[in-house]
T-cell receptor, first 115, second 116 residues
Framework: AQKVTQAQTEISVVEKEDVTLDCVYE???????LFWYKQPPSGELVFLIR??????QNEISGRYSWNFQKSTSSFNFTITASQVVDSAVYFC????????????FGTGTRLQVFP | SAVISQKPSRDICQRGTSLTIQCQVD?????MFWYRQQPGQSLTLIAT?????????ESGFVIDKFPISRPNLTFSTLTVSNMSPEDSSIYLC?????????????FGPGTRLTVL
């Protein structure tokens, strides 16, 4: 069965700290896709990244970086030098090859960055 | 990416009434999706709406409760019928703009529904 676990319900940091959001997934498929979305207080979901299961390269985009480890079924997200504007709920999601349009979301991690 | 708008952005409704939520995209898309996010919870897929065919509903969701229309490639509606307080949620539409093999879903701003 497919499942996404975000064990951290809420994280609080002070500005400029680095923070890592954990995501562990379960799937029987060998082909799948992993996503991160940001949901600021306004409620809109903002797409951050998609990674397919054959691409284990880590990715960096500005202050954001993602660490994909198939051996531990994890797809962790790190924000470097956090800012107040990073405060949001972050969702990790999974879709499988036989139903790529169905996103299975984790329960989300609420990140609060204090000035 | 795609620009997606939803109407209304929020509403407060009485028990037993129905509300139709509209989703408009600025480009033609094959796949549109409706999600529900209950208070403090994650997102759950309600149904997939393809133009010209019946919507496909996920387990736990039925057409009588959540009828969906998809009259063209840029527009869809979701109706929440015979509402109860348990239907209080954020309802989001999303679109896949990249085709079957690539799967990039972009979400609308959501409709925040409160049922009294």
């Amino acid at each position: 069965a497919q499942k996404v676990t975000q064990a951290q319900t809420e994280i609080s940091v002070v500005e400029k700290e680095d923070v890592t959001l954990d995501c562990v997934y379960e799937t029987r498929d060998t082909t799948y896709y992993l996503f991160w979305y940001k949901q600021p207080p306004s409620g809109e979901l903002v797409f951050l990244i998609r990674r397919n299961s054959f691409d284990e390269q880590n990715e960096i985009s500005g202050r954001y970086s993602w660490n994909f480890q198939k051996s531990t079924s994890s797809f962790n997200f790190t924000i470097t030098a956090s800012q107040v504007v990073d405060s949001a709920v972050y969702f990790c999601a999974l879709s499988e090859a036989d139903n790529t349009d169905k996103l299975i979301f984790g329960t989300g991690t609420r990140l609060q960055v204090f000035p | 990416s795609a620009v997606i708008s939803q109407k209304p952005s929020r509403d407060i409704c009485q028990r037993g009434t129905s509300l139709t939520i509209q989703c408009q995209v600025d480009s033609q898309v094959t796949m549109m999706f409706w999600y529900r996010q209950q208070p403090g919870q994650s997102l759950t897929l309600i149904a997939t709406a393809n133009q010209g065919s019946e919507a496909t509903y996920e387990s736990g969701f039925v057409i009588d409760k959540f009828p969906i229309s998809r009259p063209n490639l840029t527009f869809s509606t979701l109706t929440v019928s015979n509402m109860s307080p348990e239907d209080s949620s954020i309802y989001l539409c999303s679109v896949d703009i990249s085709g079957f093999s690539y799967n990039e879903q972009f979400f609308g701003p959501g409709t925040r529904l409160t049922v009294l």
